[in-house]
């Protein structure tokens, strides 16, 4: 038995879920409460469960981070929206230095319960600082697990298993995706939240991805598949740690292998993923593996953002590329 | 020089007891303490200041990489802990040495990090809620602030049950002030208000950089300026740095709300053993604060109160036995074993923790004999 429902909706409905479930959830965050969210993924949550559980903070990321921990610290459970991606950074210090690191600075006396929720991505024409994509620092820092789901059903449970981790939690949300539907089945998540997947099977090439970019990877095997290209397709799901054991696997499988991500590609998530499939299906591979990514720009004005993010076409491009070797 | 009508002192340079405006209503706090209570005091301050001679003679000899010397600020700091129940949280920046020991903190634990053998590693519930050193400046007020919302959360101050209603201290230092999170600590404090108080001691040097670089405003004004009710103290009196922070403390867990108290000390030491501060700073200055140093003037207070010699004798012994123990120990710490990189940067399993440590034991492995 599956619902229909958004993305946005179906976060809403596993925080609320995580709230019901255990008193020591929290939430908190900028214009959280009676606003919803400036995405309204915590709608209605405060009138639910009132301004001691749903908390609105003052405007200020590192101070969100700061407080979040010494919550933690006291027995609580902390989910922290952050309102944009590019608005992460007044909270990197916080974040990197303190929360990934506090667990081990305890000798394992202390667990960091938090779950900081971001944002990310473009696709949505928005303003300076409101459309990129960030996860690879924080996938850089020991300490932290780095989550992002692509679907409704996936958004659902996989924000509840972030707030039950003992560890750390940087949850990515594919903003083009909050409004789009799909299924989502409550009854039971069906795989662990740090696993990869395969969302399509194939033969010839494999593509991974992660968030928003899942969506496209599978337009493009539609596309591939017309013109007689059987293309898998993985989404990646857990960026920190990572899930190899599926895309080593689909390489050993197809011999191609192309990452794609918003990001840009240097020193990436991405570039990590091709790494290590090069180290684990080096006699299998039967082309480098290929990387398209967000250039090395800053993140361009909306009308340029088209020409900055992959597209159907480059992915294409890339499957070309690496059928010719 | 810094102090003004507004500084709360209760005890002079001299060693005698000062009856001011600003120092009338705490009073009370300090005429109801015993002789032995009082005794407790100097004891905590001279054995401490043995214990930072020890370990800077440490480091000198090369046991240690480095010393934060605490030497000049041992009335602020025990006179403000011994304000805190058992039942209060206190978060030190990385110079409360003897506050660590005060809460129950082997003092070989605080010289293992200097040592190079860990970042913490005791468990502030285990050690009377005294949490680790925070090398970041500033960073700590806000994991205060958030401990004391969630007292605020759980009803863990402000029921009127003396025994059990419990608050927030937080240590930090001139320099921090400048920092981001410690005004952004000061607006959670004061938007949630928080059962806290923020103890600054200002030590009047941030390594080599002055305090009049960091504010032009006395920094007590800083917390006033957020809505936080504050107070300049003497940090060199130990009585007004215990009855301030007494009587801030009460205010905080009774369910007032935030306070910020701003101690006056000085720093007569390096800011660590890796500086030298003959490069930026004043003998002037120095001499200025040896005059007012808190050990000197409490021992009059006590002589005058007829303490005796024997006791003054039996805190220097407890001091010397205390160098020779750490001295003794240091040496004798394990590094810890390798593997144990591994163990702690994660609560719940991690693959790449086991594959990790898995490597590098079979890289080991590969220097024994046979392989």
């Known amino acids: ?325 | 020089m810094p102090y003004t009508a507004a500084t709360v002192q209760l005890l002079s340079p001299e060693g005698k007891l000062v009856h001011s405006d600003a120092s009338e209503q705490f009073i009370p706090y300090v005429d109801k303490l015993s002789d032995d209570a009082l005794q407790e005091f100097h004891r905590h301050m001279v054995v401490m200041r043995r214990f930072d001679i020890e370990a800077a003679n440490l480091q000198r000899q090369g046991q240690l990489a480095l010393w934060v010397p605490s030497h000049g600020q041992e009335a602020a700091q025990v006179g403000s802990a011994l304000a805190a129940k058992p039942q209060d949280h206190l978060f030190p920046s990385y110079r409360e040495h003897v506050i660590a020991l005060m809460r129950g903190v082997d003092p070989i634990t605080i010289l293992s990090m200097f040592r190079g053998l860990s970042h913490g590693g005791w468990d502030p519930k285990d050690h009377s809620n005294f949490h680790l050193y925070t090398l970041v400046i500033g960073s700590q007020t806000l994991h205060a602030t958030g401990y004391a919302m969630g007292m605020n959360l759980e009803g863990r101050s402000g029921t009127g049950n003396p025994d059990t209603d419990a608050a927030v201290m937080v240590y930090f230092g001139d320099g921090s002030t400048s920092q981001g999170d410690v005004s952004e600590a000061m607006v959670f404090a004061a938007s949630y208000q928080t059962p806290q108080v923020f103890f600054l001691q200002n030590n009047h040097w941030a390594i080599s950089v002055p305090v009049s670089r960091q504010s032009r405003t006395p920094l007590y004004l800083r917390g006033e300026g957020f809505g936080i009710p504050s107070v300049q103290i003497d940090g060199n009196d130990v009585l007004a740095s215990f009855a301030v922070s007494q009587a801030n403390l009460d205010a905080a867990r009774s369910g007032e709300g935030p306070r910020f108290i701003e101690a006056l000390t000085y720093r007569m030491g390096a800011h660590t053993t890796s500086d030298d501060p003959s490069k930026y700073r004043d003998n002037s200055e120095l001499e200025f604060w040896a005059q007012r140093d808190p050990i000197t003037r409490f021992e009059t207070y006590l002589r005058g109160r007829g303490a005796s010699d024997d006791f003054f004798a039996e805190i220097a012994t407890e001091g010397d036995d205390l160098a020779a123990d750490i001295r003794k120990r240091i040496t004798e710490l394990p590094v810890p074993a390798s593997s144990t990189l591994f163990d702690h940067v994660y609560s719940d399993p991690h693959p790449v923790m086991d594959a990790q440590r898995q490597a590098l034991a079979d890289f080991e492995a590969s220097f024994e004999e046979g392989n």
């Open chain 1, 1 to 325: 038995m599956t619902e229909t429902m958004t993305m946005a909706k179906a976060l809403n409905e596993g925080l609320r879920a995580a709230l019901s479930s255990d008193s020591k959830v929290l939430l908190m965050g900028e214009d959280i409460g009676p606003l919803g969210g400036v995405f309204r993924v915590t709608e209605g949550l405060q009138a639910e469960f009132g301004d001691k559980r749903v908390i609105d903070t003052p405007l200020a990321e590192s101070g969100i981070v700061g407080t979040a921990i010494g919550l933690a610290m006291s027995g609580f459970r902390p989910v922290c929206e952050i309102q944009f991606d590019g608005f992460i950074f007044p909270g990197f210090d916080q974040i990197t230095s303190q929360l990934a690191k506090l667990t081990a600075r305890h000798e394992g006396t202390l667990q960091m319960p938090v779950v900081i929720r971001v944002p990310y991505g473009g696709h949505i024409g928005a303003v300076e600082h409101h459309q990129e994509s960030p996860e690879a620092y924080f996938a850089h820092t020991a300490g932290l697990r780095l989550l992002s789901p692509a679907t409704p059903h996936d958004a659902y449970w996989m924000i509840q298993e972030a707030i039950t981790s003992n560890d750390p939690v940087m949850f990515f949300e594919p903003k083009s995706r909050y409004w789009q539907k799909g299924e989502v089945d409550r009854e039971s998540a069906g795989i662990a939240a740090h696993s990869s997947r395969v969302v399509r099977d194939g033969t010839e090439v494999t593509l991974v991805g992660h968030g928003a970019i899942v969506s496209m990877l599978l337009q493009a095997a539609v596309v591939a598949a017309e013109e007689g290209t059987s293309i898998e397709v993985i989404d990646l799901r857990s960026l920190s740690p990572i899930d190899y054991d599926p895309i080593v696997a689909s390489a050993q499988k197809t011999g191609r292998v192309v990452v794609v991500q918003e990001a840009p590609g240097n020193v990436s998530v991405g570039s990590e993923v091709a790494a290590t499939v090069a180290e684990r299906a080096f006699y299998s591979l039967e082309a480098p593996v290929l990387r398209v990514s967000g250039y090395d720009l800053p993140f361009p004005p909306a009308k340029l953002e088209s020409v900055y993010l992959p597209s159907v076409d480059r992915i294409l491009d890339a499957v070309d590329r690496a059928l010719a070797y």
